[in-house]
């Protein structure tokens, strides 16, 4: 097993609210509506690149990022094929496959789809994330019982685009399991990765993914939660919510989880 960094040995009272919470929402998600957010099957139209295959910028955790483990929580850059970790279920489940990118900064800025998502300690809930966990934008975080993209909760204060100081190259990591799971990332609840339409191609290590998953070519897994995404819907919200929503209930589960973070972060400020 690898180093790893050990900060108690179960979920405090705050995190299991948070989790429990997240999990009772997931039975409203049936009735949730597509006019203002999609809720897809997978994410597969959220973010199409070269090829035309979903996912092609990164979807990882920046180097740095604790991961829950049976054994304490681990670096991980210092995971390693067949280490366990712990899902949110509760399951210990063994590391298939580790994914690696690395973008280097050549300009003043990073570019924005590699540019991370920093989602500040204590965002989501109190003690969620336990300290600031950095995530590039096309992760999903498990928030009110659907994944949600870390671009599409973004309130400038809590949660924003930021890299930690000192960072001129960006090394991201993903996680495969035999299935798609949520863990703990810095106590938050955050998805591992998900196969489909050979989206594994992203990382640079994509050559190692088939020699453990034959079939990863043709393979699409199942989601563990319905994926929801933003499709132009700025406008679109703002008229929903001032003329559509006193006549009629609309859902907009980013809508309400990105408010209701963002009255979260002022109330904290």
């Known amino acids: 097993m690898s180093t790893s960094r050990k900060r108690g040995s179960g979920l405090n009272r705050t995190r299991r609210n948070f989790l429990g919470a997240a999990a009772a929402a997931g039975a409203k998600v049936a009735a949730i509506g597509v006019l203002a957010s999609g809720i897809l099957p997978g994410s597969a139209l959220a973010h199409r690149g070269r090829n035309g295959k979903p996912g092609w910028g990164p979807r990882c955790f920046l180097r740095g990022t604790a991961i829950a483990t049976p054994k304490g929580e681990v670096l991980i850059e210092n995971l390693r094929v067949g280490d366990r970790v712990t899902t949110v279920t509760g399951k210990s489940m063994p590391v298939r496959w580790i994914g690696r990118q690395t973008f280097k900064r050549t300009g003043a800025a990073w570019t924005r789809d590699v540019m991370p998502i920093r989602i500040a300690r204590g965002a989501l809930a109190d003690g969620v994330p336990t300290r600031d966990l950095y995530l590039s934008p096309y992760h999903h975080l498990h928030v009110d019982g659907v994944l949600m993209q870390a671009k599409d909760l973004a309130n400038g204060r809590s949660i924003a685009p930021a890299m930690p100081k000192g960072h001129d190259t960006a090394d991201y990591f993903h996680i495969l399991l035999d299935s798609h ?3 703990l990332a810095e106590g938050a609840p955050v998805e591992t990765f998900r196969i489909e339409a050979a989206n594994y191609e992203i990382f640079s290590n994509f050559a190692e993914v088939t020699r453990i998953m034959p079939d990863a070519a043709t393979l699409t897994m199942a989601s563990f939660a319905p994926v929801v995404h933003q ?3 700025d406008h679109l919200k703002a008229l ?6 006193p ?3 609309v859902d907009d589960p980013i809508g309400d989880a990105h408010e209701r973070l963002a009255e979260r972060a002022r109330t904290l400020a």
């Open 181 to 183: 799971e949520v863990v």
């Open 231 to 233: 499709r132009g819907r």
């Open 240 to 245: 929903l919510r001032s003329v559509v929503m």
């Open 247 to 249: 006549f009629a209930k």
